[in-house]
């Protein structure tokens, strides 16, 4: 089974050196057929002052921020209706998409045209997934939604999925995909 080694300079926390290796795991899996226990990663670190570049050591980037925790901090602020918090993890150009509803780039556009919809909406996950494409972090969030319509009626179990784009660690895109119109038309 497969047995993967890389070297990265020192300097990484272990946090980042276990996203690493369960990203390097996960890459093995989308190619072979093991299970995850069949897989070895090691993960070598190099002493800075034995790395040059051009003639020049170098330090190491900072490893890019977890992007599934990027997106819970996000949608936390947004269920707290922290607005500034959670402004400041999207990037300039960012997009939300919710179903029948005109692309969005404000946060204040989609509290306004949540308004005419709902009381509160909050969520329950079932899981997030991360997946990295190029420069590309894509994280979904899967669950139910739960809360409460105008009139005051309770709802709950509302399927979700949020699709979202990260770029260097700033949310660029949201695509929204639930069943609340259906669920509302046979309320």
């Known amino acids: 089974m497969p047995i993967i080694?890389?070297?990265i300079l020192e300097g990484y926390s272990d946090a980042d050196k276990a996203r690493l290796?369960?990203?390097?795991?996960?890459?093995?899996?989308?190619?072979?057929?093991?299970?995850?226990?069949a897989i070895t990663v090691m993960i070598h670190e190099m002493p800075r002052a034995h790395y040059?570049?051009?003639g020049?050591?170098?330090?190491?980037a900072p490893a890019r921020p977890d992007a599934a925790a990027?997106?819970?901090?996000?949608?936390a602020a947004m269920e707290a209706r922290d607005l500034p918090n959670a402004r400041t993890l999207l990037d300039d150009g960012f997009v939300m998409n919710f179903p029948d509803a005109p692309g969005m780039t404000t946060l204040e556009d989609l509290i306004a045209w949540s308004k005419p919809r709902y009381a509160f909406v909050k969520?329950?996950?079932d899981s997030i997934e991360t997946l990295q494409s190029g420069e590309t972090a894509v994280v979904y969030a899967i669950?139910?939604?739960?809360?409460?319509?105008?009139?005051g009626t309770a709802f709950?179990?509302?399927?979700?999925i949020d699709r979202f784009e990260l770029t260097n660690g700033r949310i660029t895109r949201q695509d929204v995909w639930n069943d609340m119109a259906e669920v509302k038309v046979n309320a």
Do not use: C, Q
């Open 70 to 75: 990027t997106v819970r901090t996000y949608l």
């Open 21 to 37: 290796a369960g990203a390097l795991t996960n890459a093995a899996l989308s190619v072979v057929p093991a299970t995850p226990d």
């Open 56 to 60: 020049t050591h170098r330090d190491p």
């Open 5 to 7: 080694e890389t070297h």
């Open 123 to 125: 969520k329950t996950y």
């Open 52 to 54: 040059m570049r051009g």
């Open 143 to 151: 669950g139910t939604l739960y809360g409460e319509w105008l009139d």
């Open 156 to 160: 709950d179990g509302i399927r979700f």
